[in-house]
């Protein structure tokens, strides 16, 4: 059984940068056919996916955010990371990691979701 747990600062200020961390068990994130996401949802709002990185190490973002997102991996902790620069209250939302086997369009592993809030 997979599991994906996200880690990270709940708060934030206007400006800085978030990081937050997803820890995988019960698999490994260099699996092939494997892509590990990025998604966040906002207060009343829809989920939003945020961007991924594949069982190779590529990157892949939304556009809309692409300017100031960066995802990684550490291997040796079977970990992928998210840094959200230049955050804004519009920010705020719970983050969550999840696993999305190529070539569909569902994720079929999630974390439970991490709350990051963005005030001064």
């Known amino acids: 059984q997979v599991q994906l747990q996200e880690s990270g600062p709940g708060l934030g200020k206007p400006s800085q940068t978030v990081s937050l961390t997803c820890t995988v068990s019960?698999?490994?994130?260099?699996?092939?056919?494997?892509?590990w996401s990025w998604i966040r949802q906002p207060p009343g709002k829809g989920l939003e996916w945020i961007g991924g990185i594949g069982y190779s190490g590529s990157t892949y973002y939304s556009p809309s955010l692409k300017s100031r997102t960066s995802i990684a991996r550490d291997t040796s902790k079977n970990q992928f990371t998210l840094q959200l620069t230049s955050v804004t209250p519009e920010d705020t939302a719970v983050y969550y990691c999840?696993?999305?086997?190529?070539?569909?369009?569902?994720?079929?592993?999630w974390g439970q979701g991490t709350q990051v809030s963005v005030s001064s």
């Open positions: 019960g698999g490994s994130i260099t699996t092939t056919n494997y892509w």
């Open positions: 999840a696993r999305r086997p190529t070539h569909y369009y569902y994720w079929d592993y």
